[in-house]
Nanobody, 121 residues
Framework: VQLQASGGGLVQTGGSLRLSCAASGGTFSNYAMGWFRQAPGKEREFLAVISWSGTSTRYADSVKGRFTISRDNAENTVYLQMNSLKPEDTAVYYC???????????????WGQGTLVTVSS
């Protein structure tokens, strides 16, 4: 499956962005989808995961209550709504897919190319 992330950009502290990740080349509803991010000099960090049906989600403590993951299986797209953004949210954001939901990046077989989010103070 191929993944294409989009929606990044420059936003001020306290602002919002919605990231999208469009999937192609596979049966999207067969895959759990995750969002990760990587800031310069840091390891890739788990943010959120959603089950294939969309009925189960999990979040990292660092984004719980601010970020929301959702999916539209009819549109083969997963979203990450990000609110109350902080400068420390600045990173390249990646979507990922695999058969089972996971919170560890090494568990994911398929990755999008990343989209840059910059939060200015």
């Amino acid at each position: 499956v191929q993944l294409q992330a989009s929606g990044g950009g420059l936003v001020q502290t306290g602002g919002s962005l919605r990231l999208s990740c469009a999937a192609s080349g596979g049966t999207f509803s067969n895959y759990a989808m995750g969002w990760f991010r990587q800031a310069p000099g840091k390891e890739r960090e788990f943010l959120a995961v959603i089950s294939w049906s969309g009925t189960s989600t999990r979040y990292a403590d660092s984004v719980k209550g601010r970020f929301t993951i959702s999916r539209d299986n009819a549109e083969n797209t997963v979203y990450l709504q990000m609110n109350s953004l902080k400068p420390e949210d600045t990173a390249v954001y990646y979507c990922a897919a695999d058969r089972l939901p996971a919170m560890v990046y090494s568990e994911y077989a398929y990755w999008g190319q990343g989209t840059l989010v910059t939060v200015s103070s």
